[in-house]
């Protein structure tokens, strides 16, 4: 199953944990953009048609149904499985009929650590936004979720996970905060500052407190562990997504998107400022490694992968010793994390790459 991603970088406000490419820019450089995603578009060969869509960002929620209609009908006409729209909840929120999936980023329904991020919505406007979506006819809707933001305690997060538990999601993402120089939260805190609530964030062990706490109550509402971020019920798995993990095609259009075809990689330039000046907005293609990356993103997956007999003797040395340590398990011809293993999956991930 191929599919296709398109990055809309254009925000309403910058959130402080933000670390996409993304951000408030000039009204009047969204139609050079589009110019640009067109000709990006229209200028591929496409090796087979794709079967599903996600537009992320960004807000694109936000972006004139004509445009949207716009931007797909410069791809090749084919019924989507699944087609998705990222969305900030807000007033108002009306869906082109063209979608029919949306991902709310909540990420708290806790109003102080929603304003110490930037965001300006409200639990009540989250449930106006889902009743509004079930109106419209869209059943299949994700929820987002940060554990660790500034302020964040276990009592204000089940707060939040009792608002999931009213509104019935059949998906919700769960998030930990990740801290790096790319968004200004994860700045402070690394400059050891005090601005965006810097010194307000829970510490490592809270935040891995939280996760298993939202794993466990979503277990318990039917919303099941399929993906070490990602949750749903039985059927509304994201199709889009798991190509991303299940190594399938797709082919990423707009600012910082990335591709994978034909067995290759590349990544657009980042800022949408370089992509509307670019000739080729393509960075470098490199030759996927396939053994390699079966495991550092396979192993994500719930249901984890089925090396092949060469791979378990390649790697026999590193399973051995996770699993020793309680870390991976073997169910007949395929390999998992633990539990205990998802929490520490970055650095069980590394070592099954080349040196």
């Not at 067109?38 to 960004?58: D, M």
């Not at 149904?65 to 990222?86: C, F, G, Q, R, S």
């Not at 007033?91 to 304003?115: A, K």
């Not at 199709?239 to 095609?249: A, D, G, I, M, S």
Request: with cysteine.
């Amino acid at each position: 199953m191929a599919g296709v991603y398109i990055s809309w970088p254009f925000c309403a406000q910058k959130c402080t944990y933000c670390n996409f490419a993304s951000g408030v820019f000039p009204k009047a450089w969204e139609g050079r953009y589009v110019d640009a995603l067109l000709r990006e578009i229209r200028g591929f060969e496409w090796p087979w048609a794709p079967e599903t869509l996600y537009i992320g960002g960004g807000t694109p929620s936000l972006v004139e149904h004509v445009v949207l209609d716009t931007i797909l009908d410069a791809m090749p006409a084919t019924p989507w499985t699944e087609a998705t729209l990222e969305a900030a909840p807000a007033g108002g929120l009306h869906v082109s009929p063209r979608f029919n999936r949306v991902s709310l980023g909540v990420q708290s329904f806790v109003e102080p650590e929603l304003r110490k991020t930037g965001r300006k919505h409200t639990a009540e406007i989250v449930a106006a936004n889902v009743a509004a979506l079930r109106a419209q006819g869209i059943e299949n809707f994700n929820l987002d979720l940060i554990a660790g933001l500034p302020g964040q305690t276990m009592e204000s997060w089940r707060v939040s996970l009792d608002w999931v538990a009213r509104l019935e999601p059949p998906h919700v993402s769960v998030y930990m905060l990740e801290v790096d120089e790319d968004s200004r939260l994860g700045l402070e805190i690394l400059q050891e500052g005090s601005r965006f609530g810097a010194r307000d964030i829970p510490d490592e062990a809270s935040i891995a407190d939280m996760y298993e706490y939202a794993a466990e109550r979503l277990g318990q509402l039917g919303i099941s562990r399929y993906e070490i971020s990602n949750f749903a019920r039985p059927g509304f798995e994201s199709k889009h997504n798991l190509k991303y993990w299940r190594q399938e095609p797709y082919a990423g259009f707009g600012a910082d998107a990335h591709s994978f075809v034909d067995g290759w990689r590349w990544q657009n330039v980042e800022t949408a400022a370089a992509y509307v000046e670019a000739d080729d907005p393509h960075g470098e293609r490199t030759a996927a490694n396939a053994s390699e990356e079966r495991f550092f993103v396979g192993l994500r997956l719930t249901e984890g992968v089925e090396p092949a007999a060469e791979e378990w003797e390649m790697h026999a040395a590193v399973i051995e010793r996770h699993r020793v340590n309680g870390l991976l398990e073997r169910a007949g011809n395929r390999l998992r994390l633990t539990p205990r293993g998802i929490l520490l999956s970055n650095e069980i991930f590394q070592e099954f790459l080349a040196p």
